[in-house]
T-cell receptor, first 114, second 112 residues
Framework: RKEVEQDPGPFNVPEGATVAFNCTYS??????FFWYRQDCRKEPKLLMSVYSSGNEDGRFTAQLNRASQYISLLIRDSKLSDSATYLC???????????????FGQGTTLQVKP | EADIYQTPRYLVIGTGKKITLECSQT?????MYWYQQDPGMELHLIHY???????EKGDLSSESTVSRIRTEHFPLTLESARPSHTSQYLC???????????FGDGTRLSIL
């Protein structure tokens, strides 16, 4: 089982739609959670950190459910420019000399259509 | 914007050549990483470093090697390039295990 799992999609939605992505992680000791955005043939860029209480940045809302070990990203009023791959990122295991690398999910592809 | 730079952006080169991909950051980050990513596929960690003179292999086996002689510099070397090394190589850094990573623009490598 992968440490971070995402539905790869693609999610094809019309402009203006609300879309939600979920991500599950296996390490209950993880402490840091992020969503990244990656455009085609570009580097990943930090979209937002995910806090325990949930957080919002404009049209984007991130939530964390520690009990169920999942993270979600909600995008409201989708724009054409939101088309990209969204990566769920969690910090990894500690112990055995591992100081907690970030683990990237395989990404969920979103395609917003006019 | 994060200050992490990779050169070259694109490299097309013949089989058997020695290649060094450069990565530098000006943020004073101790932790640096190299990822390999094929088009449409997920990121794979191939090397990381937690400070000067510290290097570790990542989750994906790679024939490349890295060095970390200075905090700001983390070059990746392929002694003898092969077509199977064709991919995008992304460098990243962060200030701590709970901090987000910042990525360079990547090097798109093509071995003929």
């Amino acid at each position: 089982r992968k440490e971070v799992e995402q539905d790869p999609g693609p999610f094809n939605v019309p402009e203006g739609a609300t879309v939600a992505f979920n991500c599950t992680y296996s390490n209950s000791a993880s402490q840091s959670f992020f969503w990244y955005r990656q455009d085609c043939r570009k580097e990943p860029k930090l979209l937002m950190s995910v806090y325990s209480s949930g957080n919002e940045d404009g049209r984007f809302t991130a939530q964390l459910n520690r009990a169920s070990q999942y993270i979600s990203l909600l995008i409201r009023d989708s724009k054409l420019s939101d088309s990209a791959t969204y990566l769920c990122v969690v910090n990894g295991r500690r112990g055995s000399g591992n100081t907690g690398k970030l683990i990237f999910g395989q990404g969920t592809t979103l395609q917003v259509k006019p | 914007e994060a200050d992490i730079y990779q050169t070259p952006r694109y490299l097309v080169i013949g089989t058997g050549k020695k290649i060094t991909l450069e990565c530098s950051q000006t943020m004073g980050h101790d932790k640096m990483y190299w990822y390999q990513q094929d088009p449409g596929m997920e990121l794979h960690l191939i090397h990381y470093s937690y400070g000067v003179n510290s290097t570790e292999k990542g989750d994906l086996s790679s024939e490349s090697t890295v060095s970390r002689i200075r905090t700001e510099h983390f070059p990746l070397t392929l002694e003898s390039a092969r077509p199977s090394h064709t991919s995008q190589y992304l460098c990243a850094s962060n200030g701590g295990p709970n901090q987000p990573q910042h990525f360079g623009d990547g090097t798109r490598l093509s071995i003929l």
